[in-house]
């Protein structure tokens, strides 16, 4: 009974700090795009399309050749 509660806690452990560390993230990104869409005219649209092109051009099975 005791092992189990202590699993149980260290996974609950782990699992508060994953939720915490996605949140803060995501909280950071969607503060980047706010900036850059705010601040300097940047859509999340432009931000994507560059993220897809430079996922196009530097990936070495686009075949182009």
Known sequence: MIITLIVAWVVFIILWKLIKTTIKTAIISAAIVM???????????????QISQFAQTSSPTTGNK
């Open 35 to 49: 900036l850059l869409y705010f601040g300097f005219g940047i859509t999340p649209q432009d931000i994507w399309h």
